[in-house]
């Protein structure tokens, strides 16, 4: 069983920069790939990013390629999000998630990140 915990979501302008934060309950955390994935109002969940559990390898969706870095430090069961030259279509809830291969079996609670033109 593993509890995800996000935060360092908030209100920035277009242009601006955050960086969320995923922590992660559990022993095992290096054994998990994490990804993390965002919903914007009326739309579906969509991915965003993902990581290996070495995090020697990284995989992004083309809508923030360049502008999104994911993270992790297996030392401190974290997952990181850097997010920058963010964007009004940015604005969602963004979640971060646990899992093996494709399967995501863990997910957190979201963080609401709002980009304001």
């Known amino acids: 069983q593993v509890q995800l915990v996000e935060s360092g979501g908030g209100l920035v302008q277009a242009g601006g920069s955050l960086r969320l934060s995923c922590a992660a309950s559990g022993r095992t955390f290096n054994n998990y790939r994490m990804g993390w994935f965002r919903q914007a109002p009326g739309k579906e969940r969509e991915f965003v990013a993902r990581?290996?559990?070495?995090?020697?390898?990284?995989y992004y969706a083309d809508s923030v390629k360049g502008r999104f870095t994911i993270s992790r430090d297996n030392a401190k069961n974290t997952v990181y999000l850097q997010m920058n030259s963010l964007k009004p279509e940015d604005t969602a809830v963004y979640y971060c998630?646990?899992?093996?291969?494709?399967?995501?079996?863990?997910w957190g609670q979201g963080t609401q990140v709002t980009v304001s033109s």
């Open positions: 990581i290996t559990g070495s995090g020697g390898s990284t």
């Open positions: 998630a646990a899992g093996h291969g494709v399967v995501y079996a863990y």
